[in-house]
């Protein structure tokens, strides 16, 4: 049900749709729908229906994000700047920037600001020095974080 002045913005990996729903091991595309109708029950025919309208979705309108530009990069930088001075009480100082654009995603600068101007607001006489990792993705199930639905009894359970 739509609510005024709410919006949900989501994001994934640009590898998501090849390692999750069409890999030919996963196939969550196929899998996943199949395995909740496989219940037979009106919920989760329901929870199928709409786990099938959001593959399609990401098949379909997926919105591949562009690296920031420097204007970008620096109207946002700006901006930030201005909201955490006002959240804060204080003057963010200046940070060193301009270094990474092309490689860095916009999250990754934004992180890296905060970051820094929240550690600089703490310890005035800190300087801090933001390292960056790049984290491969890994789409591994997690057997140890799977609980059954409401009802049915868990692997070594009775």
């Known amino acids: 049900e739509p609510l005024p002045y709410l919006a949900s913005v989501l994001a994934i990996t640009d590898d998501f ?24 029950n009106p919920a989760d025919d329901l929870a199928a229906a709409r786990a099938e309208q959001g593959m399609r979705i990401i ?19 700006r901006t ?4 955490h001075a006002e959240a804060y009480g204080w003057h963010p100082p200046e940070l060193r920037r301009g270094d990474g654009v092309a490689s860095r995603s916009m999250r990754e600068h934004v992180r ?11 310890d005035p006489g800190y ?26 009894v868990g692997e070594g359970e009775e």
Do not use: C, M
Request: glycine share 2%; aromatic share 8%.
């Open 127 to 152: 300087s801090p020095d933001i390292e960056v990792e790049h984290l491969e993705s890994d789409y591994r199930e997690s057997p140890e974080l799977e609980t059954p639905p409401e009802g049915e």
């Open 80 to 83: 930030l700047r201005q909201i």
């Open 59 to 77: 098949e379909r309108e997926l919105l591949p994000l562009e690296r920031p530009d420097r204007r970008a990069l620096e109207e946002t930088y």
């Open 112 to 122: 890296s600001w905060i970051n820094e101007w929240d550690l600089r607001r703490l």
């Open 17 to 40: 749709a090849a390692a999750v729903l069409y890999d030919p091991v996963k196939n969550d595309f196929e899998k996943v729908p199949n395995r909740l109708r496989a219940r037979q």
